[in-house]
């Protein structure tokens, strides 16, 4: 980007996408759920947003990057936007996510040693047999793989 594009604010929301690296429809998406503050509009009805208004997305994307769910951005965004929060507050929503994250990795790994198992078991040749469909086909087996771990 030019130093003169960097100078001229307000922009178009295909520039604010550009400079902040999120799609001009997830704009409009963050925007409908009021993650990014009503912008101004031209007279003839289009978007004008502010560096702050792009500052503002590029912290949602990296939210977003992170994991964090519209809800945590959400609340993440009125910490960020408030200066007399506490940062202990910032920090309960990060732990939580770090324990989610926790959960879900530890969830995704039964389920690659589950269906590492079976890919062993199966023989993988011209045969009909195949333990694996075997599995997936079988009663009860999501309740098996639910209470594995």
Same mark, same amino acid.
């Given at each position: ?28 998406? &963050? ?14 009805? &289009?978007? @004008? &947003?502010? =560096? ?46 770090? @324990? ?19 890919? =062993? ?7 009909? =047999? ?20």
């Amino acid at each position: 980007m030019s130093v003169r594009a960097a100078a001229h604010w307000p922009v178009a929301i295909g520039e604010a996408a550009a400079r902040s690296g999120v799609s001009a429809r997830m704009v409009r998406h &963050y925007e409908s759920l009021g993650l990014l503050a009503q912008v101004a509009r031209t007279d003839g009805g &289009y978007r @004008q &947003y502010t =560096e702050a208004d792009v500052h503002t997305l590029r912290f949602i994307r990296r939210a977003r990057e992170l994991g964090f769910s519209m809800q945590e951005i959400a609340a993440l965004l009125g910490l960020w936007q408030d200066r007399s929060r506490a940062s202990s507050q910032v920090k309960e929503i990060a732990q939580r996510h770090v @324990q989610e994250l926790q959960r879900r990795i530890a969830a995704m790994q039964d389920m690659r040693r589950s269906l590492q198992a079976l890919v =062993e078991c199966c023989h993988g040749d011209q045969r009909p =047999e195949c333990p694996i469909l075997d599995e997936l086909a079988a009663p009860g087996a999501a309740a098996q793989a639910g209470s594995a771990g």
